[in-house]
């Protein structure tokens, strides 16, 4: 089986982690680890996800709360505190869905959520997952506060395949964009 490639040789990767480094990385003035979250962390990753009203309408912490017992999650902790998480859905032993992603909206945009999803990728890639997906609001829905979401998941390797307004499930009038990344065989 070929290795995972590291962050330097993948065209995805913008993570701080230095070639070939193991474990904890230098974040800021403290240091971040990714770890499988447990049911002690929802709490924590719930107060996360109400800090982000632009993102998370009222309804999904319950959604959030049911899929954290059905599914897999991980959370990515910086200072001692846990500062993001992702649930994924794995739907078969090839592919796999990222359902939920979130930082602390104080600490986004200094690659907490580059650094999750790249564990997430790289243990998930390790178990033969081949394909993950990751669905996000659509460009076309003229919503500002997802162009970042978007440029995370492009900036991550996932390309978009399409595009469905309206997704079951989903209010109509919010395209829903299907974004996949498949991972090295
Ligand atoms: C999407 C999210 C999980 C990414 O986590 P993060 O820690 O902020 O991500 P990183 O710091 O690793 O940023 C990586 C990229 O995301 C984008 N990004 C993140 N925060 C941004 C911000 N505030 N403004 C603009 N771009 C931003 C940039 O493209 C950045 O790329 P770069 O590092 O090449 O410049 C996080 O920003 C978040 O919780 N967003 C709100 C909730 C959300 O959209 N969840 C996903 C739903 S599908």
Redesign the pocket.
């Known amino acids: 089986m070929s290795s995972w490639p590291r962050v330097e040789q993948r065209r995805w990767a913008?993570s701080a982690r230095e070639p070939g480094a193991e474990g904890p990385i230098g974040h800021h003035d403290g240091v971040c680890t990714v770890r499988v979250a447990s049911v002690d962390d929802l709490d924590r990753c719930l107060e996360v996800v109400g800090g982000?009203p632009d993102?998370?309408t009222p309804d999904v912490p319950e959604k959030i709360r049911s899929d954290f017992g059905r599914c897999r999650s991980w959370v990515v902790v910086d200072d001692g505190k846990v500062a993001?998480f992702a649930v994924v859905d794995k739907r078969s032993p090839q592919v796999a869905e990222i359902l939920?992603?979130?930082?602390d909206p104080d600490?986004?945009?200094?690659?907490?959520?580059?650094?999750l999803v790249e564990d997430v990728l790289e243990t998930l890639w390790a178990e033969g997952v081949r394909l993950v997906e990751?669905?996000?609001l659509d460009r076309s829905a003229g919503y500002e506060p997802?162009?970042?979401?978007i440029?995370?998941?492009k900036?991550r390797g996932f390309l978009k395949v399409d595009v469905i307004d309206p997704l079951p499930g989903w209010e109509p009038g919010n395209p829903c964009a299907i974004y996949v990344a498949p991972l090295p065989s």
Do not use: H
């Open positions: 913008t982000l993102y998370f993001g939920w992603a979130a930082v600490r986004r945009g200094s690659g907490l959520g580059t650094r990751a669905k996000t997802y162009e970042a979401t440029a995370f998941w900036g």
